[in-house]
């Protein structure tokens, strides 16, 4: 079967197969840098994630991701502190 595949269709599953894990290694790189770990951590989650192929991004992404702190969302409540001494109708 394989030698019924030209040139250009190898030459694209190579690619494929080389820099669709190596866009989503740099991406969650970006995220790690984001992250609000301490530069020891941040260097150890680059160290997982770039020397395990398959298994650190997925460690990470499980184990490494630290929560969001933001305001809870509460539904049927305003979004935005309404100014008291406006005049509602």
């Known amino acids: ?3 019924n595949r030209g040139c250009a ?3 694209l599953l190579f ?3 080389v820099f669709v894990p190596l ?3 740099i991406i969650e790189s970006v995220f790690i840098l984001e992250d609000d770990h301490s530069s020891l951590g941040k ?3 680059l160290l997982i994630i770039w020397c395990i192929p398959f298994l650190g991004p997925f460690l990470y992404l499980i184990f490494g991701q630290r929560p969001v702190n933001r305001a809870r969302v509460t539904f049927g409540q305003p979004a935005y502190n309404p100014n008291p001494y406006q ?3």
């Open 43 to 45: 260097v150890f989650w």
């Open 87 to 89: 005049q509602r109708y």
């Open 1 to 3: 079967m394989s030698e």
């Open 15 to 17: 690619l494929l197969i």
């Open 9 to 11: 269709t190898n030459s």
């Open 23 to 25: 866009v989503g290694h």
